[in-house]
Nanobody
Framework: QVQLVESGGDSVQAGGSLRLSCAASGSTFSNYMMGWFRQAPGKEREGVAAIVTVWRSYADSVKGRFTISRDNAKNTLYLQMNNLEPEDSAMYYC??????????????????WGQGTQVTVSS
């Protein structure tokens, strides 16, 4: 079983950038489909991006602005977020164990979650 710890959340102004990190331990990191999700107050958790080997997918709302990557040697998942908008404000979570590329954005398809890191974007 893998354990996940996110970091990198902060408060920034619109148009700014942040890089989130997710450190994994306890299992073979490279074997897992990994995803980033976010949840704003009063809203459902939504998929932001996912990655497995060379395949990546993104939510339409972040395409062209966010980039997901992973460093298997460091057991770390990243989310580079550029041109941030107030609508990006949320708690961001990384997740491991996605079962299918076709359901990458469904939280129920992942079996391990981090504790989250807060991103706040002001206008």
């Amino acid at each position: 079983q893998v354990q996940l710890v996110e970091s990198g959340g902060d408060s920034v102004q619109a148009g700014g950038s942040l890089r989130l990190s997710c450190a994994a331990s306890g299992s073979t990191f490279s074997n897992y489909m990994m995803g980033w999700f976010r949840q704003a107050p009063g809203k459902e958790r939504e998929g932001v991006a996912a990655i497995v080997t060379v395949w990546r997918s993104y939510a339409d709302s972040v395409k062209g602005r966010f980039t997901i990557s992973r460093d298997n040697a460091k057991n770390t998942l990243y989310l580079q977020m550029n041109n941030l908008e107030p609508e990006d404000s949320a708690m961001y979570y990384c997740a491991a164990g996605g079962s299918s590329m076709f359901t990458w954005d469904r939280p129920a398809r992942y079996n391990t979650w981090g504790q989250g890191t807060q991103v706040t974007v002001s206008s």
